[in-house]
């Protein structure tokens, strides 16, 4: 048995932040299964949306942080990207399952249609979908009926994000008397990707926190008098930038990149994760609508490699790690399955995909190309090499011509670390191990 704790945020600005104080509580012990609901958009004007197929509702939030007072105990940044690739790490069946209706992303695919072989001929009419059900990512208007906007929301396990939370089987508020859950928000151009339509107008929903108590108080006790502190994996965030490249119409140019990535010094990392992020808004909106994965998927560039140095020694061998099957292979093999359908992670497809994807999913071809670093050690100096093909205007010398293959790229890393917390007679040492 446990007691069901309700809590709306002790302030919530609609755009710019929301925190949760967390109260000591009838016993002091709190599990650690804390989740946020309601974490989503309000449309205000009419007509209805839907949400970005690859991160739903979470989108919208760009850090979240748990503190203890003003003492941080962990976070997540650029969390907006970061939920991305969580919601790809799962299988095809969960995301369809379970995290449409939780996340309200569109993730998991189905093959839909028949070929046809009549009459001596044969004509492709088998196609990916994600339309198996056609739900899961509305985002409801204004003028939409009352029972449905409250579906606009979703829910947030905190401990699926935050090792804190999910190494800790129990939280004591003896220990952590001035617990502080903050969200902050992504600035208001991202949360307007967050939903295909660019003219909606949005407000961030009210959360609300829920969290389990102890209810036996003798039991309470115990845990608190017990309690040792805990050792838990931490995401560590860092960004690079590969900037644009002016390839002459009709070429393409080897373009090479290199930066010291620094935030990762001294912390043992497990392994690493790289995601490239499209800086030009022209590559993900047309027409008044971002495309389904919009600025938060990982953009398929043209002769992709990259390569790490890791404290003066190469981590692949050879010059670079490159080619999309390879690195999807490593991307399996060091974070796990992943729901990458057929042609996310290519630079291109002859006819744009015409030939083995829905309309509706044909966008994000090439949207999900990610990097894979396994290190295992501790970090004195992390060198990435990168080198792309980039891509100039075509034929036509239209400006937007293969523009995603030669712009300014973020490269947004994240790292996991390991941490630990040990309460002390004179407060909380946070440290890494």
Not at 384 to 403: F, H, I
Request: aromatic share 8%.
């Amino acid at each position: 048995m446990s007691s069901l704790t309700y809590l709306d945020p002790s302030f919530d600005s609609s755009g710019l932040r929301a925190e949760f104080r967390v109260p000591i509580g009838a016993s002091g012990i709190y599990k650690n299964d804390f989740r946020i609901l309601n974490v989503g958009v309000q449309k205000t004007n009419n007509g209805n949306s839907v949400y970005n197929k690859l991160t739903g509702g979470y989108g919208i939030i760009r850090t979240i942080e748990i503190f203890n007072g003003s003492q941080l105990l962990d976070q997540v940044q650029e969390f907006n990207i970061y939920s991305g690739i969580k919601n790809l790490l799962n299988s095809n069946h969960d995301n369809m399952s379970v995290n449409r209706p939780l996340r309200h992303n569109k993730l998991g695919y189905v093959a839909i249609g028949d070929d046809d072989v009549s009459d001596g001929a044969y004509a492709a009419g088998v196609f990916i979908s994600d339309k198996a059900p056609d739900t899961g990512n509305v985002v409801y208007g204004n003028d939409a009926a009352a029972v449905n906007k409250p579906e606009n929301g979703t829910w947030l396990d905190l401990s699926d994000c935050l090792g804190f939370l999910r190494s800790s089987p129990y939280i004591p508020m003896n220990v952590y008397a001035d617990l502080r859950i903050v969200i902050t928000y992504s600035r208001s151009a991202q949360i307007g990707y967050t939903v295909r339509d660019q003219a909606a107008t949005l407000s961030t929903l009210r959360p609300l926190l829920v969290c389990e108590s102890e209810p036996d108080v003798d039991i309470a006790e115990k845990l608190m008098a017990s309690y040792q502190g805990v050792s838990f994996e931490s995401v560590e965030h860092d960004v690079i930038v590969l900037p644009s490249n002016a390839a002459a119409q009709d070429t393409v140019i080897t373009q090479d990149g290199s930066a010291l990535v620094k935030g990762f010094n001294n912390k043992y990392i497990s392994k690493i994760i790289l995601v490239h992020t499209p800086t030009v808004a022209t590559t993900w909106v047309t027409g008044g609508n971002a495309s389904s994965f919009a600025n938060n998927g990982s953009v398929a560039q043209l002769d992709w490699k990259y390569q790490a140095r890791i404290n003066g020694q190469n981590v692949f061998p050879g010059s670079f790690k490159e080619g999309s099957m390879r690195r999807l292979g490593c991307l399996t093999d060091i974070w796990g399955d992943q729901n990458v359908t057929f042609g996310q992670n290519w630079t291109g497809a002859s006819g744009g995909g015409d030939k083995f994807m829905e309309a509706d999913v044909r966008d994000t071809i090439g949207q999900a190309s990610y990097d894979a670093i396994r290190l295992d050690d501790i970090v004195s100096e992390f060198k990435l090499s990168l080198q792309r093909g980039a891509v100039g205007k075509g034929p036509g010398g239209n400006a937007t011509d293969n523009e995603n293959l030669r712009q300014q790229l973020n490269i947004n890393i994240y790292g996991i670390s390991r941490k630990q917390i040990i309460p002390t007679d004179t407060g909380l040492v946070i440290r890494y191990v």
